[in-house]
């Protein structure tokens, strides 16, 4: 399979619309999601998220970028 200027269009709409959650989630607007704002992303996106599990995803995705416990753009669409 060879991706052509179709599939890249799908893909470039896709990452624009989850930019478009990450940059209204992103409320102190650091380029990063922390863990409350990423419970309320995924609350608003219909997913009931106990913060155990929010600790545990900002763990395995941030790849060590953040002390604080946030996801850069990349990490959250991962």
């Not at 599990?53 to 604080?68: E, F, Q």
């Amino acid at each position: 399979f060879v991706a052509g200027p179709t599939e890249f269009v799908t893909l470039w709409n896709c990452l624009g619309q989850w930019r478009v959650v990450f940059d209204r989630y992103d409320r102190d607007r650091s380029g990063k999601i922390d863990s409350d704002e990423l419970r309320e992303a995924l609350r608003g996106l219909g997913y009931a998220v106990p913060p155990s599990v929010i600790d545990l995803l900002i763990a395995n995705y941030n790849n060590g970028v953040s002390h604080r416990g946030a996801l850069d753009f990349d990490n959250f669409v991962e």
